[in-house]
């Protein structure tokens, strides 16, 4: 997991990824709604936002919740142009490593969407943030499965390692109570594979890829996704989310 390669390549996207990343705002609708629908929105007075991107989520949280006190966190600077327009005396932005970056204080809410499957220590993470939660605070997620942009990893043999809704539970469940865990399989369509890695570039999600494509690389990966993964007359791509919620239990 090269940390410096992934903030550049979401310091690239951040400009398009508002735009481009309809699967990433369908899921923040989601992961907002369940949110809503098992809390109290009075009590997240304190919400600490984990990898808040071009805050599509954040806006979210921010217009259902309306939070006392905010801090939008992402590992690239460069978001901070991007959410200027929401950040005030208690809404603020701190660039740096959810995983190592000294958060302080105490949160009702700590959520994120769409960010902990870049982490290389979950369970690592889970605990610090089980320390910044007041007592019964609630820690929400969403990240990924091992079905996501399974089309592209049987391809390139590239991708990320997810982990599945039930290891997810056992990483949390020694410290917190499981209020809902659930999945779903999304497919968005493209009109061909090149249409495919280009949104995945708008998005900042071609993070780990380090080399570069050769026309005959492109095209043979082109051709091999036509043949496995036609729709019609298009292409597919699979996204994979899973939605957690979890309640700090009494130390």
Known sequence: MNKELIIRRFAKASASYEEEATVQRQIAVKMASLLTSRINPGYCRKILEIGCGTGIFSRILIDRLKPERMLLNDICPEMHEQVKDIVNDHILFKSGDAETYP?????????????????????????????????????????????????????????????????????????????????????????????????????????????????????????????????????????????????????
């Open 103 to 251: 958060f302080f204080g105490k949160y009702n809410l700590i959520t994120s969407c769409s960010a902990i499957q870049w982490f290389k220590d979950p369970e690592a993470f889970f605990l610090r943030m089980h320390q910044l939660l007041t007592a019964e605070g609630i820690l929400a997620f969403s990240t990924f499965g091992n079905d996501n942009i399974r089309e592209v990893y049987s391809l390139t043999g590239q991708g990320l390692s997810y982990l599945s809704p039930e290891e997810l539970r056992n990483k949390l469940s020694d410290r917190y109570s499981l209020l809902h865990v659930s999945e779903e399989k999304i497919r968005k369509r493209f009109r061909n594979p090149k249409d495919v890695l280009y949104h995945l570039k708008r998005t900042g999600v071609t993070g780990i890829r380090q080399q570069q494509w050769t026309r005959e690389g492109l095209m043979r990966f082109c051709d091999q996704y036509r043949m496995l993964y036609s729709d019609q007359e298009e292409v597919t791509l699979t996204y994979h989310p899973i939605y957690i919620i979890a309640q700090k239990k009494n130390d």
